[in-house]
């Protein structure tokens, strides 16, 4: 019954002695490496994500036209989008374009109409940190 008794006790103080030599209360930091070598940290995202618009582009009728929204300098693209001007069914998006290395969002429309419209690009883009 003994030998059981003085296990269960050793045991309790190494890991007292664990504890307390890992735990802020320890004397000195004996966990801790001497240097951290911690990569920097990423700044904050808040304000960094902006949207650029292109400038409002005309689509003549019965024509095909293109909108390009690029992202400011250092920017990097995230994601884009298209828009009319004015809805319209029977104009179509042709194509969407994420090019990221132009760090540019393109929109191209086919107008099959005998009106006028205007297209935009939107681009979705992450700026540097400054």
């Not at 808040?46 to 689509?59: C, E, H, P, T, Y």
């Not at 109409?113 to 297209?119: E, L, S």
């Amino acid at each position: 019954m003994l030998k059981p008794l003085v296990l269960v006790l050793l045991g309790a103080a190494a890991a007292t002695a664990f504890i307390l030599s890992c735990s802020d209360d320890a004397p000195a930091d004996v966990d801790a490496a001497a240097a951290c070598d911690c990569p920097d940290a990423e700044p904050p995202l808040a304000g960094r994500i902006v949207r650029v618009l292109s400038d409002d582009v005309a689509i003549e009728a019965n024509t095909q036209g293109a909108a390009s929204a690029f992202c400011p300098a250092g920017g990097t693209l995230l994601g884009g989008g298209c828009a009319l001007g004015d809805s319209n069914a029977a104009i179509t998006l042709s194509q969407a374009l994420a090019a990221p290395d132009s760090e540019q969002f393109a929109c191209a429309w086919n107008n099959p109409t005998n009106d006028a419209n205007a297209m935009i690009a939107t681009a979705i883009c992450l700026v540097p940190a400054e």
